[in-house]
């Protein structure tokens, strides 16, 4: 049961198969059981239980909300959630709980959805790996899967491997089974950088489509709420529920209609598929290109028009996101003085020095230097010159793509991330900055630019840690996007991910799975 997509679970609900609360006790025990991945920061078991209650009785008296009643979830904890804490996986915010919720939060709830928990990430969505918050790094699960076995003892304690980040705590939660999807933030590709690493499907939305009411901001003029799910067929469900304009959020736009009725079997001759000839970029792992010349092959052999395509100033992507990034960085941080919100210092001998020692104690030195280098960024002698530029940069990477859709090509194949999940003690090798520029390069373009992408789990890798490849279309086309990445998820082989963690999964040598067609889907 627990290895379902959303769309299978859901019939067995309205089957009678297993009740809500069934299914609930099944990942709450889970959630205990994988406890070692450190994916949750707060469970809510309680309501849980009272929420799943209330879907049994709807569901006994034949009136389900709709395909997600009674289905479990989980939320990264930079969204607020009424009365349940909401940490940022920050000391800063460490017994912080909000009045009400996320709008996001609220339409999944209204739905009949279940939440079992928030999740852990990086301390306030600055990062790339989940482990750089206050309550210790998320693990990757697929370390403790095939071919190893299921293992929770502390036998792989030395090599296992980082999910990808910042919402490294919402790709574990779906693909260690313990939620059927999770909501993460991106701003810089924090879904579908875990949602890679991790081997599950990973959403960011067109930027407006989704309301920011109450999600945390990083970025305002980049964040989107992210969709991670088992299937691309249910993140079409899970975008269904939660697009659409927001009084809260004066960013939101309209949805188009019917933007998330996917084709079942969406032709993909003569489409034009772009290979962006700038993400052949330094870094990129054998094993990493060879899945992206597989489906690139897999596209053309099926008759799309493949052609190399080029988006020039890619190279200045990471750079200016980083100037743009640490000065709203330094102004959205401002309001955690001590007096509104969370942690306050002991130190009162003035109210500077309560600011400064709060901030201090607060805040981890990830957070702290970003606010330094964006008030650095925002100087009245230095704002032309980094952050009006950058600004000027940022229009040049959105126009890159704009040329490019709009000589008629439909979509963009790249690679999500440069390699496969590194082990832990690798990646702490370098600061949070230089791992965020190596692992951001293929997913905060499409930030600048406000685009739609979707991260497909694509393969296993030598090491059995899953590949993912992105697409990206064009702004509001969702429905086209989505298309395409079940056409290519029905056809790459991903296993199933229940398999994978049963321990079952057999590989060939290529890394490539043996299963030509994965079941989720
Ligand atoms: N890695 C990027 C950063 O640290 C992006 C993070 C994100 O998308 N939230 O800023």
């Known amino acids: ?11 067995a609900l309205r089957e009678g198969k297993i009740s809500p609360t069934e299914l609930c006790r099944k990942c709450l025990h889970r959630i205990k059981k994988t406890q070692h991945l450190n994916a ?8 849980a239980l009272k929420q799943a209650q209330e879907a049994e009785t709807r569901l006994l008296q034949g009136k389900p909300k709709g395909p997600l009643d009674g289905i479990p979830f989980a939320v990264k904890d930079n969204f607020c959630t009424e009365n349940i804490k909401t940490t940022c996986a920050s ?9 009400y919720n996320a709008t996001v939060v609220q339409k999944l709830f209204d739905q009949g959805a279940v939440l079992v928990g928030k999740t852990n990430m990086d301390e306030f969505a600055m990062g790339a790996g989940s482990t750089d918050g206050a309550f210790g790094p998320v693990r990757n699960p697929w370390s403790y899967a095939a071919p190893y076995g299921e293992k929770t003892d502390a036998a792989l304690d030395s090599n296992w491997t980082v999910t990808g980040g910042s919402s490294g705590g919402s790709a574990a939660a779906v693909a260690s089974l313990t939620s059927y999807l999770a909501l993460g933030s991106d701003t810089g590709g924090s879904t579908r950088n875990p949602g890679a690493l991790c081997g599950v499907v990973a959403l960011k939305p067109t930027y407006g489509l989704l309301s920011r009411h109450g999600l945390i901001p990083l970025v305002n003029s980049m964040d989107v709420p992210g969709i991670m799910t088992r299937s691309v067929s249910d993140a079409a469900i899970v975008l269904g529920v939660l697009q659409g304009q927001d009084v809260r959020d004066s960013t939101t736009i309209p949805a188009p209609p019917s933007l998330t009725e996917l084709s079942e079997d969406f032709d993909v001759r003569n489409i034009r598929v772009g290979i962006p000839k700038e993400y052949h970029a330094p870094g990129l792992s054998d094993e990493t290109l060879a899945q992206w010349s597989r489906v690139t092959d897999m596209f053309e052999r099926a008759g799309a028009r ?17 100037v743009l990034c640490h000065a709203e960085v ?24 309560m600011y400064a020692s709060t901030r201090h104690e607060g805040f981890n030195d990830v957070v702290r230097g970003r606010i330094l ?16 530029k950058a600004q000027r940069v940022r229009r040049l990477i959105a126009d890159d793509f704009k ?11 790249t690679p999500t991330t440069l390699t496969d999940a590194a082990c832990y003690s690798d990646f ?33 890798s030598r090491r059995c840690l899953p590949i993912g490849l992105q697409l990206i279309s064009p702004a509001l086309q969702e429905k086209k996007l989505l298309s395409i990445a079940k056409w290519m998820e029905q056809r790459v082989g991903f296993p199933s991910i229940s398999d994978c963690v049963d321990g079952k999964e057999s590989r060939t040598d290529t890394g490539v799975t043996k299963r030509e067609q994965t079941s989720a889907g």
């Open 1 to 11: 049961m627990l290895g379902l997509t959303i769309r299978e679970v859901s019939r």
């Open 40 to 47: 949750y920061i707060t469970v809510t078991e309680e309501l």
């Open 91 to 99: 000391r800063m915010l460490k017994d912080y709980t909000p009045p």
């Open 306 to 322: 493949v052609e190399q395509v080029s988006l020039p100033h890619t190279q200045y992507s990471i750079v200016c996101y980083h």
């Open 330 to 353: 330094a102004s959205n941080m401002a309001r955690f003085d001590g007096l509104e919100y969370g942690h306050r210092s002991a130190v009162d001998s003035s109210t500077e020095a």
């Open 373 to 388: 280098s964006g008030n650095y960024f925002l100087l009245k002698k230095n704002y032309q010159h980094y952050f009006v």
């Open 403 to 413: 040329r490019v859709f709009g000589s008629g090509v439909d979509i963009l194949l």
């Open 428 to 460: 702490m090798q370098e600061d949070n900055r230089t791992r965020s520029a190596q692992e951001d390069v293929f997913t905060q373009p499409v930030n600048m630019a406000g685009l739609p992408a979707v991260s497909v789990p694509t393969a296993l």
